[in-house]
């Protein structure tokens, strides 16, 4: 079976989480497959090693998962994004909107060492609105976004249209 399909199958559909309406991919069914989750590491690997990489900047919190895992695969350095008033260095900040009010995450400003290219992390690709506070966060902190990776990408959301504007690079596993 690909790992896509063993992706598919492991994830749990949980309705109306975390609000009616949202049908949320719980990816935790496939950290207790052990198997399953280092090969979803490899067949990241496998992708972005063709690729010039220098860092891994995951998103809070899930994209720490295997974000870090790929970092540690590929020997480069894994740098956190997180939400406001978190990290306790000094920061940029950047906010966006969310469907209902607002969001803020941040980053460190010292997160990169010369202009770094930066792979984009998070386990699920929706609106795009999170991946791309991320890149501009990047871009604050003098890196260059060079792709985004995610596990899963609700493509009917059209989350990629709005990335291709930072990046054509964009990777899932798995698409619904
Ligand atoms: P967006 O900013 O709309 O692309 O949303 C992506 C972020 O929200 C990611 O960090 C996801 O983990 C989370 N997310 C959004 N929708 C879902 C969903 N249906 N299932 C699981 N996580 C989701």
Known sequence: MTITDRIIQSIRDVPDFPKPGIIFKD??????DV?????ITQALKQHWENYRIDAIVGIESRGFIWGNSLA???KIPFIPVRKKGKLPA???????DLEYGSAEVEIHADAFEGQMNVLIHDDLLATGGTAVAAAE???R???KVAGFSFLVELSFLNGAETLKK?????????SF
């Open 27 to 32: 990816i935790t069914p496939l950290l207790k």
């Open 35 to 39: 198997q399953l989750s280092s090969d």
């Open 90 to 96: 000094e920061t940029f900040a950047h906010s966006y």
């Open 137 to 139: 966060l990047v871009k």
């Open 141 to 143: 902190a003098g890196g």
């Open 72 to 74: 540690q695969a590929m």
């Open 166 to 174: 930072y990046k054509e690079e964009i990777h899932s596993l798995v």
